[in-house]
């Protein structure tokens, strides 16, 4: 229940036209909760609907992708591109490809993604795609069937200046290789329509490395700000895919030390700290599964079941998985073996009811569309890049990728403090992510 009469009015409006679509209804209370105080200072943003607005996506597209497997055997999935909100800049985020995937989820994501990229700084809207197709076990050629069959109909709908995806869970440097094939087959356009893509065809350095660096510049910042550090630390990462792996190397880099990792059948758990090389050779090249890391390393333990990853003992844990992975208990368990420090690398993994834990606690506490807004900045480097047709190097960028997560977590620890929430990082982000949005849509009129 909200305070005010029009926000409770309008999340039940949320929730009738977008019905069994649980994710979005979280994500949306979230930031509308933190809107109470925004609404009172400014009541035109109320009577010009621009929050009504926000939580209507602009776009969205939805299609049937057919394409053949290895057997010959015709396979029907669904896609989906939704285009949020262009208030900023054009439609941006990424793509993902997992059998969990429907309109609620991608409907989430997107409209994440329109405040996450607001906070980045840059210019860029909010937007996200994907389908409930599963790359798993699937062949290269089955792969690049289905990119080229999903590319076909979304490249009516997308364009450098237009809407931009990425990748996300499901979709990393083979997928957007293919799809980026497929766009410049049909268009004849060798154009940044994509991000995340190969260093030999226009790809960023650092790009692949940017959200799991970007998550630990951040919670480095938050750490500081609370007089503490990476340095000597117990770090707790769950996943074992782009964003886990690099939020691995860098966090690393800064002192810690990462003693477990998983995917979605179970987590190891090394206490010599887990040896990133053999993560990234099973993960990014063999595609396999994270139990074979015990295969080369005896002295670590693999339990089969990822979410008893959040009952390892930890000083900070880095969720980098997916969608609601801690919940209560797990946040209780965290609490109780003494974490001092969450930060989101995943898109919302924490329940409402974990969040609550965490803030009771006074756990230091990074929310995913702060802390894991360096993919999406270093994608809107990419595009700058390729604009300019130069390279940048990897240097370059990610001195650039670490001042923007200085940045934001200044902005919305500054942000908090404004409105009386010293320390509410949740509050904080969602606040400064809608004021620049909802400033750019009052100006530009009904629209
Ligand atoms: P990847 O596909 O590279 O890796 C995902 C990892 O999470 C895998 O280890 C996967 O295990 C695991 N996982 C997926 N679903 C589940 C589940 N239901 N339960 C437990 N583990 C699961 O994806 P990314 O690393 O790119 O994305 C991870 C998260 O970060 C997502 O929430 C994404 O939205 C977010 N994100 C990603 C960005 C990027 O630049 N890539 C940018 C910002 C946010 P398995 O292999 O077994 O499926």
Redesign the pocket.
């Known amino acids: 229940m909200f305070k005010s009469a029009y926000l409770n009015d309008l999340m039940d409006r949320v929730i009738k036209r977008n019905a069994n679509e649980p994710e979005f209804h979280q994500a949306v209370r979230e930031v509308l909760e933190s809107l109470e105080p925004v609404l009172e200072k400014h009541p035109e943003y109320v009577e010009s609907g621009v929050v009504e607005r926000l939580v209507e996506p602009e776009r969205i597209i939805k299609f049937r992708v057919p394409w053949v497997n290895d057997e010959g055997k015709v396979v029907i999935n669904r896609g989906f591109r939704i285009q949020f909100n262009s208030a900023i800049g054009p439609y941006k985020g ?1 793509l ?1 490809f ?1 059998p ?1 995937v429907y309109e609620g989820i991608i409907k989430f ?1 997107g409209f994440e993604q329109t405040f ?1 990229n607001s906070l980045t700084g840059l210019p860029i809207g909010g937007g996200k795609g994907g389908s409930d197709f599963d790359p ?1 076990g699937k062949s290269d050629a089955e792969v690049m069937r289905f990119c080229q069959s999903f590319m076909t109909e979304l490249y009516k709908y997308i364009g450098k200046d237009e809407d931009v995806p ?7 440097g083979r997928e957007i290789g293919y799809l980026y094939g497929q766009y410049k087959r049909i268009t004849g356009l060798y154009e940044g329509v994509l991000t ?1 893509k190969g260093l030999t065809y226009g790809g960023s350095l650092a ?1 692949k490395e ?3 660096f970007g998550l630990c510049y951040f919670t480095d910042a938050m750490l500081k700000d609370a007089g503490q550090s990476f340095k000597g630390k117990r770090v707790v990462i ?8 690099y939020a691995n190397q860098k966090a690393t880099e800064l002192g810690g030390k990462v003693i477990a ?5 179970g987590f190891v758990v090394d206490e010599d700290g887990i040896d990133l090389n053999a993560v990234k050779l099973i ?1 990014e090249v063999r595609r396999g ?2 139990k074979e890391y015990v295969e080369t390393h005896p002295k670590a333990v693999y339990t089969e079941g ?2 008893g990853i959040w009952n390892v003992k930890c000083d900070i844990a880095l969720p ?4 609601n ?1 801690i919940n209560e208990a797990s946040a209780k368990a965290l609490v109780a073996n003494g974490v001092t420090a969450v930060a989101e ?5 924490s329940t409402p009811e974990a969040v609550a834990v965490f803030k009771a606690a006074k756990v230091l506490f990074a929310p ?1 569309k702060a802390s ?5 900045a ?2 809107a480097l990419e595009m700058t890049q390729n604009s300019e047709r130069l390279s940048w190097t990897f240097e370059e960028v990610d001195a650039k990728l670490k001042t923007i997560m200085e940045n934001i977590y200044m902005n919305a620890s500054k942000t908090a403090k404004e409105y009386g929430l010293d320390g509410d990082l949740v509050a904080g982000a969602n606040i400064a992510g809608f004021l620049k949005v909802a400033d750019a849509m009052y100006a530009q009129g009904l629209v």
């Open positions: 990424g993902r997992h969990s994501l996450k798993h990425a990748g996300d869970i499901g979709v990393g995340g790009r940017a959200t799991g769950s996943g074992s895919g782009n964003v886990a792996i990792m998983s995917d979605s059948n993960k599964r994270i990822c979410s980098c998985a997916t969608q992975e690398g995943a898109n919302m993994p995913a894991n807004a360096g993919g999406v270093t994608s």
